[in-house]
């Protein structure tokens, strides 16, 4: 199994022997979308689960993935896991308040959904818990639904937890935009799940954008 390809659970080892029992892998999906909502994941693991270095082998970065082996894969995923949530802001949000603000409010959405489950919250406050964001810039900020953040480049693709995180995410995300293809399918909703594709651009100059269009990223599209 090459490490460049699939994700291994060596940084959130190294955060576990920090004092940690918890870590809560993040990931957003559909930032760059024209259309339909943003979608944050959120997949925590614990150290005290004796099935940790069982995680389904199949598992990448959900990019490098495709949409029949994250359909397989997310059963196993949501058993291994110890909970996970997803998170959403619709495309009137993200017009309203602007992307980053948008994945702020779908994280936190998708942590108190977490976070409300069992007595977790309780658990990682007296056993220790952290968050592991994917990417350069920390858009959580320095705490998060009051854990602290740990911010790596390319965790969805060399961190189990949040490659998890991404791929639940991303099989949730695109299910939703399936469903809204059946209310709007003169868009072609099914096939590029809101995403600037060609046929989607030319559905946009036939028809105008509908309700699930982010108006505001249309500028230069409807010009």
């Known amino acids: ?100 603000e948008a994945l702020k409010m779908a994280a936190a959405r998708a942590l108190t959904e977490l976070l409300s489950k069992d007595t977790l919250r309780a658990d ?21 639904a009051g854990l602290e953040v740990d911010l790596q480049v390319k965790a969805d693709t060399t961190c189990v937890s949040v490659a998890c995180a991404a791929v639940l995410a991303k099989v949730n995300r695109d299910a939703l935009m399936e469903l809204q293809d059946l209310d709007h399918p003169e868009y072609g909703f099914a096939g590029h799940k809101g995403y600037a594709s060609a046929k989607h651009i030319e559905a946009l100059r036939a028809h105008g954008p509908s309700s699930l269009h982010r108006v505001t990223w249309l500028t230069r599209i409807l010009a």
């Open 1 to 100: 199994m090459s490490l460049k390809t699939f994700p291994t659970l060596q940084t959130e080892s190294k955060l576990f022997e920090r004092g940690n029992r918890f870590v809560i892998g993040i990931d957003e999906v559909g930032r760059g979308a024209i259309a339909g909502p943003v979608a944050v994941g959120v997949s925590l693991i614990d150290r005290q689960n004796p099935n940790l270095n069982s995680w389904p082998e199949k598992l990448q970065d959900s990019k490098l993935m495709t949409p029949k082996s994250r359909a397989e894969i997310k059963e196993p995923l949501e058993a291994w896991v110890h909970s996970y949530a997803v998170g959403y802001s619709s495309n009137q949000e993200i017009d309203e308040s602007g992307i980053s």
């Open 124 to 144: 990682i406050a007296t056993q220790g818990g952290v968050i592991l964001l994917d990417g350069s810039q920390n858009w959580l900020g320095k705490q998060a």
